[in-house]
């Protein structure tokens, strides 16, 4: 099994820039696709970008594209989000999640079985 841990949330200002981390364990980690996904009270997780085996294809969802990139590093196990030029509405838990049967590229929530933890970005004005 994969077991994946978050890190590099926290807090920052309007137009600022964060980076995320995810470490994964447990199984080869170029086997499988990846995404980041985030969630607010009240509402539904959504995907924010994800990114199939290798590295060469990504998908965002329309509210962080030319702000969020998503990469991954699969000599050293870890998968990350740059965001830039955040805004309030970035504000949420972020989390990584693993599809494991899949290798292509998917924003489908319903396929990734594997979830880090969460971890809290908050955007201040």
């Known amino acids: 099994q994969v077991q994946l841990v978050e890190s590099g949330g926290g807090l920052v200002q309007v137009g600022g820039s964060l980076s995320l981390s995810c470490a994964a364990s447990g199984r080869t980690f170029g086997g499988f696709a990846m995404a980041w996904f985030r969630q607010v009270p009240g509402r539904e997780r959504e995907c924010v970008a994800a990114i199939d085996y290798s590295g060469g294809n990504t998908h965002y969802t329309d509210s962080v594209k030319g702000r969020f990139t998503i990469s991954r590093d699969n000599m050293k196990n870890t998968l990350y989000l740059q965001m830039n030029s955040l805004k309030p509405e970035d504000t949420a838990v972020y989390y990584c999640?693993?599809?494991?049967?899949?290798?292509?590229?998917?924003?489908?929530?319903?396929?990734?079985?594997?979830w880090g933890q969460g971890i809290q970005v908050t955007v201040s004005s």
């Open positions: 999640a693993a599809a494991l049967v899949s290798l292509a590229v998917v924003s489908d929530r319903a396929m990734y079985e594997v």
